[in-house]
């Protein structure tokens, strides 16, 4: 069995002590109180430059994803923000002509060197996309689809652990009793949780969320973000937002793109009321982007 | 900047109503004409061949052998049927496997690589080749080699008409399948295989099975690739091999013999054309009908 299996989506609530007020920086996010150099960090970026083909679209990007922290990725249309975090588990590579140089290191290793085991990496990284993409099968069987393909489980093993990732992506109510059902039956927020179950049925330690809200409704919204920051105690979480708001509420650490470059990377807190950079300033007060 | 632009305002453009209303008129019924001159052509072939192929269909067209004796009213195209059966399913064995494995490559691996790019082209080279000439092609590469005319040539023949449709048809199917169902799928840590079997053709299977059953469709009809292989018999197949077997001699197959008892003189055997004439196209049409009704919503995608 996985190791916390909550069964009541109160008790998710009641975890959640750090939900912030909506539309302002909670003062106790941990990112400022902490220190930062003293966390563990899960994902250390170095120097990674990114090519659609010959035109270079990431520049010596260097950042440090903390462990069990949110961290949100913002910045205008076309910064790169999507195409940073789609280097971490190398799924740019369905497409010929995309390349990453540089190093990402995730648990000691080069994710970008050819000797990682790219099935293991994605176990290991999850992944949610902007527009929800439910497989086509049963509620079940989406959840199950990482189990399946990662652990030789059981019937009763399989089936518990499919109730408890959907039980932790706050879904569970809403499908036990449709789990017979297709995916892409459910509503747009619902299979957003679906594939976030998904994703977490198979035990990921980091989890890159790319616009994970930009498909749904706000109501879907705001339960995704609780649903974020409940689920940041067992994960690290990046999250691509191009909504600042968002940003603000859920992120412990946010990372501002232009251009392809990291133009300021710090606490939330620190980013959305005190930024150094001029740029990072416009961009937040909304005079730019 | 110091060209100027002139932005001042200009009145709009007026158009008088009643020669917007004309010219709608004209394009519409010039529309509606074409429409209904395509389906009138269907109807008046369908009707025609009703009328004159719904006597001959009776116990006998679908349990006797066709007739060698001119002056009996006996005899059916049994033969023929289970011909055209047996040929169509085996070049759907051969092709259909094959042709959507190269759809897969087409669109899944290939994708704009040198190779993919030369078997697309290849393939509808290929697809627009007159029938007639891959009958030749089959005879020279299995009638000729084996010394007689069997229905497995008329298979390959047939077969290779698929082939091209069928990898086309493929990869048009699964190129509506959105990218983000493969990178979720890889995001999920599966081997791209399980992928493209377990989802990507699983959302589109709909489509594919229309399209496999369109691709049968289409060569059902045929008549040039048989005349050159399976070419034609009075006689029931006897099994496998042998003179009178599927691979070791003429089959009697429903287009070919429609083809020569429609040239007779007998007047019952005109008839007997015509009931093959009916029984080709309501199977051909109920295939595409039913088709198109059960996968309607494998187009989702």
Same mark, same amino acid.
């Given at each position: 069995?996985?190791?916390?299996?909550?069964?009541?989506?109160?008790?998710?609530?009641?975890?959640?002590?750090?939900?912030?007020? =909506? /539309?302002?920086? %909670?003062?106790?996010?941990?990112? +400022?109180?902490?220190?930062?150099?003293?966390?563990?960090?899960?994902?250390? @970026?170095?120097?990674?430059?990114?090519?659609?083909?010959?035109?270079?679209?990431?520049?010596?990007?260097?950042?440090?994803?903390?462990?069990?922290?949110?961290?949100?990725?913002?910045?205008?249309?076309?910064?790169?923000?999507?195409?940073?975090?789609?280097?971490?588990?190398?799924?740019?590579?369905?497409?010929?002509?995309?390349?990453?140089?540089?190093?990402?290191?995730?648990?000691?290793?080069?994710?970008?060197?050819?000797?990682?085991?790219?099935?293991?990496?994605?176990?290991?990284?999850?992944?949610?996309?902007?527009?929800?993409?439910?497989?086509?099968?049963?509620?079940?069987?989406?959840?199950?689809?990482?189990?399946?393909?990662?652990? =030789? /489980?059981?019937? %009763?093993?399989?089936?518990?652990? +499919?109730?408890?990732?959907?039980?932790?992506?706050?879904?569970?109510?809403? @499908?036990?009793?449709?789990?017979?059902?297709?995916?892409?039956?459910?509503?747009?927020?619902?299979?957003?949780?679906?594939?976030?179950?998904?994703?977490?049925?198979?035990?990921?330690?980091?989890?890159?969320?790319?616009?994970?809200?930009?498909?749904?409704?706000?109501?879907?919204?705001?339960?995704?973000?609780?649903?974020?920051?409940?689920?940041?105690?067992?994960?690290?979480?990046?999250?691509?937002?191009?909504?600042?708001?968002?940003?603000?509420?859920?992120?412990?650490?946010?990372?501002?793109?232009?251009?392809?470059?990291?133009?300021?990377?710090?606490?939330?807190?620190?980013?959305?009321?005190?930024?150094?950079?001029?740029?990072?300033?416009?961009?937040?007060?909304?005079?730019?982007? | 900047?110091?060209?100027?632009?002139?932005?001042?305002?200009?009145?709009?453009?007026?158009?008088?109503?009643?020669?917007?209303?004309?010219?709608?008129?004209?394009?519409?019924?010039?529309?509606?004409?074409?429409?209904?001159?395509?389906?009138?052509?269907?109807?008046?072939?369908?009707?025609?061949?009703?009328?004159?192929?719904?006597?001959?269909?009776?116990?006998?067209?679908?349990?006797?052998?066709?007739?060698?004796?001119?002056?009996?009213?006996?005899?059916?195209?049994?033969?023929?049927?289970?011909?055209?059966?047996?040929?169509?399913?085996?070049?759907?064995?051969?092709?259909?496997?094959?042709?959507?494995?190269?759809?897969?490559?087409?669109?899944?691996?290939?994708?704009?690589?040198?190779?993919?790019?030369?078997?697309?082209?290849?393939?509808?080279?290929?697809?627009?080749?007159?029938?007639?000439?891959?009958?030749?092609?089959?005879?020279?590469?299995?009638?000729?080699?084996?010394?007689?005319?069997?229905?497995?040539?008329?298979?390959?023949?047939?077969?290779?008409?698929?082939?091209?449709?069928?990898?086309?048809?493929?990869?048009?199917?699964?190129?509506?399948?959105?990218?983000?169902?493969?990178?979720?799928?890889?995001?999920?840590?599966?081997?791209?295989?399980?992928?493209?079997?377990?989802?990507?053709?699983?959302?589109?299977?709909?489509?594919?099975?229309?399209?496999?059953?369109?691709?049968?469709?289409?060569?059902?009809?045929?008549?040039?690739?048989?005349?050159?292989?399976?070419?034609?018999?009075?006689?029931?197949?006897?099994?496998?091999?042998?003179?009178?077997?599927?691979?070791?001699?003429?089959?009697?197959?429903?287009?070919?013999?429609?083809?020569?008892?429609?040239?007779?003189?007998?007047?019952?055997?005109?008839?007997?054309?015509?009931?093959?004439?009916?029984?080709?196209?309501?199977?051909?049409?109920?295939?595409?009908?039913?088709?198109?009704?059960?996968?309607?919503?494998?187009?989702?995608?």
């Amino acid at each position: 069995m996985v190791g916390t299996t909550v069964d009541e989506p109160t008790q998710i609530q009641s975890q959640a002590t750090v939900i912030p007020p =909506r /539309l302002e920086v %909670a003062e106790d996010r941990r990112g +400022v109180a902490e220190d930062f150099d003293g966390l563990p960090s899960e994902i250390s @970026v170095r120097d990674l430059d990114f090519f659609y083909g010959k035109e270079q679209a990431l520049f010596a990007n260097t950042i440090e994803i903390k462990k069990n922290r949110v961290t949100a990725v913002i910045g205008p249309s076309g910064c790169g923000k999507s195409t940073h975090i789609r280097a971490y588990n190398r799924i740019f590579n369905l497409y010929r002509d995309q390349k990453a140089r540089g190093e990402i290191l995730f648990d000691g290793d080069n994710v970008l060197s050819s000797q990682i085991d790219l099935l293991d990496l994605r176990r290991r990284i999850g992944m949610i996309f902007q527009k929800p993409s439910p497989f086509p099968m049963t509620v079940f069987d989406n959840v199950a689809y990482g189990l399946r393909q990662h652990y =030789r /489980l059981n019937r %009763a093993d399989l089936s518990n652990r +499919v109730e408890d990732a959907l039980k932790r992506s706050a879904i569970w109510d809403e @499908v036990k009793h449709k789990l017979n059902e297709p995916g892409n039956a459910l509503s747009g927020g619902q299979q957003q949780r679906l594939c976030i179950a998904r994703a977490i049925a198979a035990e990921p330690d980091v989890l890159l969320m790319d616009e994970p809200c930009s498909a749904i409704d706000p109501v879907a919204t705001a339960k995704i973000e609780e649903l974020i920051l409940t689920l940041k105690s067992k994960y690290t979480i990046v999250l691509v937002t191009h909504n600042m708001q968002q940003a603000a509420r859920v992120s412990d650490y946010t990372a501002f793109f232009f251009q392809g470059r990291i133009v300021e990377f710090g606490p939330t807190t620190k980013i959305f009321s005190n930024p150094a950079e001029k740029q990072t300033e416009e961009y937040i007060t909304g005079r730019f982007g | 900047m110091s060209t100027v632009v002139d932005v001042r305002r200009v009145p709009p453009r007026r158009r008088s109503i009643a020669r917007r209303k004309a010219t709608d008129l004209v394009i519409k019924t010039f529309s509606w004409i074409g429409a209904w001159f395509g389906i009138a052509v269907m109807a008046f072939i369908v009707y025609e061949v009703v009328r004159r192929g719904a006597g001959a269909l009776n116990v006998a067209f679908f349990t006797q052998a066709t007739p060698q004796d001119v002056t009996s009213n006996a005899g059916g195209f049994a033969n023929a049927i289970v011909g055209t059966l047996a040929i169509t399913a085996v070049a759907a064995l051969i092709a259909i496997p094959m042709g959507f494995l190269g759809g897969v490559y087409l669109a899944e691996f290939g994708r704009n690589g040198h190779l993919a790019t030369a078997v697309r082209m290849i393939a509808n080279v290929v697809m627009g080749v007159p029938s007639i000439i891959v009958g030749v092609f089959a005879f020279a590469i299995i009638v000729k080699p084996f010394q007689h005319y069997s229905g497995f040539a008329g298979s390959v023949a047939l077969a290779f008409i698929m082939l091209p449709v069928m990898a086309r048809t493929t990869e048009d199917i699964l190129n509506l399948v959105p990218n983000e169902l493969r990178e979720s799928g890889l995001a999920m840590g599966a081997p791209r295989w399980k992928v493209t079997l377990g989802v990507i053709c699983k959302a589109a299977r709909g489509g594919l099975i229309t399209g496999a059953t369109l691709a049968i469709v289409r060569v059902a009809g045929e008549t040039a690739p048989l005349l050159f292989t399976a070419l034609s018999s009075p006689y029931w197949m006897t099994g496998l091999f042998g003179p009178g077997g599927f691979f070791g001699g003429p089959v009697a197959n429903l287009t070919k013999t429609i083809y020569d008892f429609s040239g007779s003189p007998y007047p019952h055997w005109q008839q007997l054309a015509w009931g093959g004439a009916l029984v080709i196209i309501i199977a051909v049409l109920g295939m595409n009908i039913l088709v198109r009704l059960l996968f309607q919503r494998g187009k989702q995608w």
